[in-house]
């Protein structure tokens, strides 16, 4: 029995590829955990590791470890699900495997610069070799050159095997929105003297490349998901992948309006921005409650018997529909309208809502395939949970929104001192950095990362535990 686990371990070779992205994507995740505690303790003790690793490096390394972690997460799940989808090899498997090593050497590289480095002269060299200074897309220029070649070639491999093999709309659906993934990351590249128009190509990447087709990209992540776990319907779950794609032309494109406030574009973004910023999330979570209603409902038929082949996986996909709702939804109006952002943005309001919507949205559904992808690499058939996997849940998701909401108070208490009582001046904002609400709201941050960093390392475990595990039931079969 053993063995039959052994010859089970990766049907195609694009598996294989999965697992290497997904290695990686933990390592990075725990990268940034880490740079998170840092930053969150020299929030309240700002002499901690000055001028030796400085506040605006370990932000910069916890930012970009957050988007790189989530993209290798996100490429591999690809390679994971384009066999099944697709019925045929991966088209260009070696080139996938050439360009994950290029990707992670180039990556290992701007991480270490960005570390030992940290800031350069200010020339058109630091451009080039050390890091942009643009916010949340601070990679060198050959770095941002290697990343757009190295997408090309997984966009490559995608439709290669897509056009080859059996075509379904979910991978119809993978392949539009792969054109717009690699094509919105392209306006962060050039550079404008006005900072307005600067400012307006730089949310095309920082809205809409991550709200938009990242949002997309979850869909049909759940949509596979659901399809492999529960036996979900794939008319049902590719009905809402097409209204996924229609609601973000129709919302997420006019929704980044809300980013427009204040940069100096006309005053018309106040209301296109305001209507539409919130409608992002609805037809995921609609599709999930779809699908779960209806596979209650087949449960209801046959007994209260319930297939549920992962677990794990469905538990992450349920806090993955729960965590966009709020972090997306909830969180994101909370301060959407400018009658309420011209006093919340740049506030801790704005950090509030950034951590629970990329928790909520992105990382519990990837978290979510490494479940998916570890059953298919042990050929585990039904993936029971295990005390490692319910205490990793509950104190990373508990930790997430312990951070936020503490987060939110410090964010208050910053409204209405910084800006209500001080008129947004530099002597409010000294002020309301001492304030006791903003205080004590960074101490509970920083108690709540503490509690996710916990709940990581049994995540950890619970994942390189599954195999032994696995094994060890097989061989008491004997």
């Known amino acids: 029995m053993v063995d039959s686990i052994k010859n089970n371990v990766f049907k195609y070779e694009s598996e294989k590829l999965a697992m290497m992205y997904y290695r990686v994507a933990i390592i990075l995740l725990g990268a940034q955990l880490l740079m998170g505690m840092i930053i969150a303790t ?38 994971l699900l384009m066999p099944s989808e697709t019925g045929i090899e991966t088209v260009g498997i070696g080139l996938g495997k050439l360009l994950f090593w290029v990707l992670t050497a180039a990556i290992t590289v701007v991480i270490l610069v960005y570390i ?4 350069g002269s200010g020339t058109e060299a630091s451009i080039w070799l050390i890091h942009e200074g643009r916010e949340y897309i601070e990679a060198p220029r050959w770095a941002d050159i290697g990343i757009v070649i190295v997408v090309l070639g997984f966009v490559f491999n995608v439709y290669a095997t897509a056009i080859k093999g059996k075509r379904t ?4 659906v993978m392949m539009a929105n792969l054109l717009a993934l690699a094509g919105l990351y392209l306006c962060g590249m050039f550079y404008t003297d006005n900072i307005t128009v600067d400012q307006f190509w730089w949310w095309w990447v920082i809205h809409l490349w991550v709200e938009a087709t990242w949002e997309v990209y979850v869909a049909t992540l759940a949509a596979w998901s659901l399809m492999q776990i529960i036996g979900a319907k794939r008319q049902i779950v590719e009905m809402w992948l097409w209204i996924e794609v229609a ?6 494109i006019l929704g980044m309006g809300h980013h427009y406030f204040w940069i100096g574009t006309p005053e018309y973004w106040w209301e296109i921005g305001a209507l539409f910023s919130a409608l992002e999330p609805v037809p995921l979570i609609a599709m999930l409650v779809h ?33 966009n709702f709020l972090g997306a ?5 909370f301060h959407t309208l400018p009658q309420v952002n011209i006093y919340t943005h740049g506030t801790q309001f704005t950090s509030s809502h950034g951590h629970l919507a990329f928790w909520g949205a992105y990382a519990t559904i990837l ?43 410090s964010g208050y208490g910053q409204v ?36 996710m960093l916990i709940g990581f390392v049994f995540l950890i475990v619970d994942l390189l535990s599954i195999g032994k595990n696995a094994k060890l039931r097989e061989s008491a079969k004997v």
Do not use: C
Request: aromatic fraction near 18%; avoid cysteine; charge should be positive.
């Open 42 to 79: 020299q929030f309240l003790y700002p002499s901690f590791l000055f001028e030796i690793f400085d506040f605006s490096v370990a932000r910069m390394v916890h930012i970009n470890a957050l988007i790189v972690w989530m993209l290798y997460a996100m490429i591999g799940t690809v390679y």
């Open 116 to 119: 030992f480095v940290q800031v």
């Open 169 to 172: 709309g979910l991978m119809t």
């Open 247 to 252: 609601m973000l032309f129709g919302s997420g």
């Open 291 to 323: 699908v779960i209603y209806d596979w209650g409902k087949e449960a209801g038929r046959q007994g209260g018997t319930a297939h549920l082949a992962n677990t794990p996986a469905f538990a992450w996909i349920i806090a993955n529909g729960a965590g």
């Open 329 to 333: 939804g909830v969180w994101g109006f």
């Open 367 to 409: 978290i979510a395939m490494f479940y998916m992808g570890i059953q298919r690499a042990h050929g585990i058939k039904q993936m029971k949970a295990s005390f490692n996997f319910k205490m990793s849940i509950w104190l990373l998701n508990i930790g997430m929104l312990g951070m936020t909401v503490a987060l939110l108070i």
């Open 416 to 451: 209405l001192i910084e800006r209500a009582q001080f008129g947004a001046t530099w002597e409010g904002f000294f002020i309301s950095q001492n304030a006791v609400w903003f205080v004590q709201g960074m101490g509970w941050r920083l108690v709540m990362g503490g509690v």
